[in-house]
């Protein structure tokens, strides 16, 4: 455990910070979550704006380093596929 006043000021630092990142990645989860289901769905509109949305959350969320940028290039490159792959059928 943190024995000197800085580590313990250290230690609830991570812990908020821990929490809000946690909430953060939350976040990028159910916005994906949203756009896959509109695209079981088969409702190519409502996919498209559900992924318009999700663009920026997941952008941002790389820009602050909560997930990797190339991670975030992975899930708009594949749910874009996904979309355009709904859009020819």
Do not use: F, G, W
């Amino acid at each position: 455990m943190a024995n000197t006043a800085s580590s313990k000021k250290r230690a609830r630092q991570a812990l908020v910070r821990r929490n809000l990142n946690i909430s953060q990645k939350s976040l990028v989860r159910t916005m994906i979550k949203k756009v896959i289901a509109s695209i079981e769905s088969k409702n190519i509109e409502k996919a498209k704006a559900a992924y318009q949305q999700a663009v920026p959350v997941i952008d941002r969320m790389a820009d602050k380093q909560i997930i990797h940028k190339n991670k975030a290039a992975r899930y708009k490159s594949r749910l874009n596929k996904k979309i355009k792959d709904l859009c020819k059928k």
